[in-house]
C-alpha cells in the first residue's frame, strides 16, 4: 500500500480533534454511537457454538392451548413439537400449531405501543414510548373514576386462560367488569351444567392416557376407552378443538368399538368419521332432545334389559326430579301451534327436526341402551340460538337419568373437575370492597361486584358478562336495577379488548363499530379503547392506544383446557421478547405504577411490585390453589387421604404423604406447585384420575352438593328457611326490585323458572310461527362454523390460508395482482408493492351451499351472491355448491370473511368477496337468559351478483 | 477530498444514516444530518444536500410530529407496513427473524461484537448500519489492516444490499414526507457507492 493511499491510522481522539472539514462530523459522533460493543473471544465463541435447546410451554394458536415442546436455535425458534407428557395431546401437534412460528415471526404482529392520531377507524397511529402510553391510559382512567367510577371502565380479556394479570390489576382499579371470549363463545350451552352441577362443559371421557390408581397402589397411564356411544349434537370437536383430545379420542374410541353419531345440519370433519350422520334441521336441537327424553320416559321398563334406559341411582345424588319431571310432563298435553302435534311426541319432533320420528325413537333406545355413553352439545348448534338453554337443561338430563355420568367411558363435567388455578392472583378480594355511590341523592354503600352491569343490571343470570350487548350500553350507558345500587346510572367510558376482536366477533359488525365510534360533540362516547394483542385485528383500527403483547412464546402462564381430571401445564418464556413487547405480568405492574404515580388511592405497592416482584411470584401464586379440588371418586386418587378434603400440592409431595392435614378445614396439604417445579417436571402437573366423583357431593357445587333438578327451592336449616338453586339468587333479587329483566319479560316471566321450562327459539319459520311468515322471501337458514387453522387472529399466517376445510374455506380466488395495502395516511393504501395470486390458489371464507339449492337459483360453484336478512343487513361472499349441507340451510366461517384489517395480510385482499357472518347477526335481540348473540338464529335471502 | 477525509466523513454518515433509521428520529439527528456538509467532491454531495433540502431551517415540533407519524406508518406499524426495515422480509418469504437475522448476528459474533440491546433484531437496518459504522470506526483506528474493510465489504455485498434496495424503493413508493423518499434515495445510492469504494480500496491498497 502506498503511503498516499492507505488508509490513516486514526484514533477516535484525534477523529475529534479534526480541523473544519471534520467538524460537522464530530457532531455527530460526539452524540451518535454505532450501537455495537466488542465482547471477549471466549464470549465470541460460545456464542458461535451452535446453541439449541428445547423449552416445555403451551400453545395459543388456538383456544386449546396444546402443551408444546418449542427448538430453539440460537435464540431464535425454530420448530414447534408437541409435549409428550400433557395428556389432551400426548405429543401431537396440528398444522396450526407447527406454523406457530409463522405468528410469532410474523412482520405484521405489533411492535411497540401506539397511539391513534386520526379518527377511529382510520387506522393513523403515532408509535410512542411505553412511558407516553401509559400515560395517556392512566390520565384517562383516573379520570374517568373520578367522573363516573370505576365501573365505567371494562377489561375484556379475550380468549387465552391467561388473563389473570389484567383481571388482577383491574379488579384491584375498582371495576367489577372483567371479561374474556367465553361470554360471546357458547353460553346457552353451558346453562345446563351450571344449573345441574354447577359445572359449565360436558364431554366424553375419552382423553387419554389418563392416571389412574391401580389396586396394587401403584399409579398407570390409562389408554382404555370404554365408551360404546358418543352422540355429538353441533359439536364439531376436529375443527372446534377446545377439548382437543376429542379429535384422536374419538377416532380411537371408534376403533375401540364405540358408535359415534353426529347430528347436525353440515357433514362437519367430526361426522365424516361418524357411524350416522343425522342432518338436523336448523335449531331444533332441543326438540329432538325433548323427544328422546319423552320416549326414554314412556318406553322404559326396568323388568326388560332391552328397554332398561334408566339408572334409578341418580336419584341417590340428585333431587329434584319429581319436580322437573312433573313440569316436563305438563307440556304432553299442549299442541303446537305450527305442527297440532302435542308437543314432545316423536310426530311433533319429526314436523320440527324433519329427522323421521323412526329415526328419533332409536336414536333414544340407543342412547338408553347402549352404556357407557356420553350425549355431548356443542358451540354452534345450541350455544348460537335463543333458547339453546333447553337443549342444554335436556342433554343434561338425558345423561344424567341414563347414568352416564360420571362413569367410566361415560361423560364428564370438565369444569367441575380440572385443577382449580389462580386463586389471590385472579384479584376477586378486590371487588368485595365496599364502596360508596349517591343515587338519587342518598349516599349508598355496597361491595364493588355489586357494581356489575350485567349481573346487577339487565342480565342478572348471565354467569357470563354479555359481551354481545355492550354496544347497546356503550351507547345508552348503564342502569342497575337490582341489589343495593339500584337505579345507580352510569356511562361505559373506557374499553380495554386484550386477545379479542369482537368487531368481527363479538355480535353485529356494524353495531359494534358504531358503538366505538359514536360521539358527545367531539368526544368518544366511550372515551378511550385500549386494544392489547400481538396480531393487528379490526377492533385494533378503532382503538386509541395500541399496546404490543409478547407472544405466546415471550410470556409466562397456566394452561389447562377442560381435561377429564386435574392437571396444568405451565406457559414458559422459550425466546426473548421481541421488539417493545411486553408480557400480560409487564403490562400489569407498569401500568399499576403509573396509576399510582398519578395518585390512584386503590392501587398499592404492597399488591404489585412489592407482593410480585417477579413474573415468576405471581404465577407461584396463581399456582398456589393447584389442584384444589376435591378428594373423591373411584378409585380413589390417594387411598391414603379422607375423602372429600381439597387436595393442594404437587403431585410427589402427595404421593409421598409429605402433608399436613386440617380436619377443621377439610383440606390435605402438600407442597405448593410452583414454575419451578413444572419446569422440573417437563412442564406439567398430574394428578390422579377418578370417576363417581358426584358420590357423596364430591365435586359438584351446587348448594346441596347434589345433582338439582330444580333450581329455585327452599330448605330449612337450624329452623331457618333459605332460598337455595342456581336461579334462586336473582329471583330473589327480581323480588326485591319488584322489576323483571327485559330479555325474560318478553318470555311472559316475572322471574326465571324453578325447574324444566321451554319457549321457542327466533327467526326459525319451523319451530315459531312468528317468522313462517317471512320463509317464503327468506328461503334460508343461516349457521357458522369455524375455520380452525384460519380463525380470527391467525389468519395472517399465510401458509394456513392455502389449506381447505370443511367446504368452508376454500380456493375460490380469482385471479388478481394484489396491490399490497398498508395503512396509510389516509386509512389502507396501496404500499407499491404487488403481489400476484393465481385463481384458485388461495382460501377464502366462502358460503356453503346444497348443490340443489343452488341449481334452483341457477348458481354455479364460485358464483358471487349477497345475502340478505329481514333486517335488512347483508353481506356477500362465493357460494361452495356441495351435499354435504343440508337443503335450505347455508353455512358461513366465524370470522372467515369480509375482514378489513389490513394487519391480515392477503385474507384482507380478498375482503370484498368473502362473507362476514356478522354483517347479518340481529343485534336486536340477545338469547333471553345469558345474552348470548343469535350467531345462528339467521334467515336469508339469496341474490346473484 | 483526501482519504482520511473520506473515512470520517464515512463513518459519519453510517452512524448518522444508523439513527435515522431508528425511532423516533430525534432532533439532534435531524440538525446533524441538515448540518453536515459534504465536500463538493464527495461523489453522493448532491444526493445528500436533496435529503438536507427536505429537512427545514427551522425544527419546529409540528415537523417533527409528522415526521413520526409517517414513520409510523411507513415502517412501525401497526399491522403491514410499506416498508419492513428487516431483511428476513425480503430475503425469507416476507416473515421476520429467519436466516437474514441469524447470519447477521453471527457476523457480528464472528467479529467479535454485538449490539447494545435496543430490541431491534439483528437484521433490522438500522442494526446493520451501526455494524458499517462500527466497521468504519475501526477502519480509522486500526492501522494498516484490511480487515473492518474486508468485513465491511463481504457484509454489505451478501447481507445488506440484496435487500435493501427493495426496501428503498419501497420506501420511496410509499413515503409522502419528502424526508424518507430523499432518505431512500440517498441510502441506496450510499450503500451502492461505499461498496464500490471499498471494492476499489481492497483491490488497490491491500492486494500484496
Known sequence: MSASTKPNAISRRDFLKLGAAGAASALVLSKFDHGFRPISSAQAKRALQQNVRYVNTACVMCPAECGIRVKVEDGIASAIYGNIYVPMNTNGICAKGAAGIQMVYNVNRIKYPMIRVGERGEGKFKRVSWDEALDYIADRLIEYKKKYGAESVIMDAGDVTDRDPYWYLFRAFGTPHVTEHGAICDTPRRHGPKLFFGGKRVEPDIMRPVLVRQPDGSLKNDYSYRTKLIIYAGWNPFTATRINYESRGTVEAKLNGAKIIVIDPALSNTATKADQWIPIRVGTDADLFAAMLRYILEHHDDSNPLRRYIDWSFLDYSQGWEEFLAEFKSWWNKTDPINGKPYFTLEWAAQRTDIPAEKIAELAHTFGILKPAALVWGMNGIGHHYNGYIASILGVALNVITGNMEVPGGAIDTELVKSDKGGKAKGEDFVKREVTRVINGQEVSGKIEELHMDYYGDWPAAWDDVVGDYPRRFLEGVTLRYGPFRDHQYPIKAFFIRTGNPVITGSNTQEWIKALTAKDGDEYRVGLVVYIDTPFLETGLYADVILPEASYLERMSLSDIYPSHQLIYLRDFVIDKLYESKTQYDIMIALAKKLYEKGDPDIKPEDFWEKYPTEEDFWNEALKVAPGRAHCGVPLPYPQYPVNYKLIGTPDSLEAGKVTIDDEKKVVQGEYVTVQWLREHNGVAIWPMSWHRFNNGGVLKTA?????????????????????????????????????????????????????????????????????????????????????????????????????????????????????????????????????????????????????????????????VELETPQGFKTRGKVNLVETIRPGVLRLPLGGGGRFSPGLGLTYDFRDISPNANDLTDPSHHSPIMGMPLYADVMVKVKKL | MSQRDYLETRLTIYALLRQLFQYPIGTEALIAARELSLPETHPLYREWKNLQSSIPADINPDWEEQLRIEMTRLLEGPGRTPAPPYASFYLDGMRLMGYPARRAQQTYLEYGVLPEASGLPADHLATELGFLAYLAEQGLTLESDPKPFQVSLAFLQEQVQPWVTSFCVALENAAQEAFFIRLAQFTRAYLEEDATWLQTVLANEYTH
Not at chain 1, 726 to 742: D, H, M, R, S, V
Request: aromatic share 14%; charged share 30%.
Open chain 1, 704 to 864: 346441596s352438593k347434589k345433582v338439582e333438578f330444580v333450581w329455585d327451592y327452599e330448605v330449612e336449616k337450624d329452623g331457618e328457611k333459605k332460598r337455595q338453586g342456581q336461579y334462586a339468587k336473582y329471583n330473589k333479587l327480581i323480588e326485591a326490585a319488584g322489576e323483571t329483566p327485559f330479555a325474560i319479560r318478553e318470555l311472559g316471566w316475572e322471574k326465571y323458572a324453578k325447574t324444566f321450562y321451554w319457549f321457542e327459539t327466533l327467526w326459525n319459520p319451523y319451530t315459531n310461527p312468528e317468522y313462517a311468515k317471512l320463509a317464503e322471501e327468506y328461503p334460508f337458514q343461516l349457521i357458522s362454523g369455524r375455520v380452525h387453522h384460519a380463525m380470527s387472529g391467525t389468519q395472517l399466517v399465510d401458509w394456513l390460508g392455502r389449506i381447505p376445510t370443511e367446504d368452508l374455506w376454500e380456493p375460490f380466488n380469482d385471479d388478481r395482482t394484489i396491490d399490497e395495502v398498508i395503512i396509510g395516511e389516509n386509512g389502507p393504501t396501496p404500499s407499491g408493492r404487488k403481489v400476484h395470486i393465481p385463481k384458485g390458489l388461495w382460501c377464502i371464507g366462502v358460503i356453503q351451499m346444497n348443490t340443489a339449492d343452488g341449481r334452483k337459483l341457477g348458481l354455479r360453484k364460485g358464483d358471487l
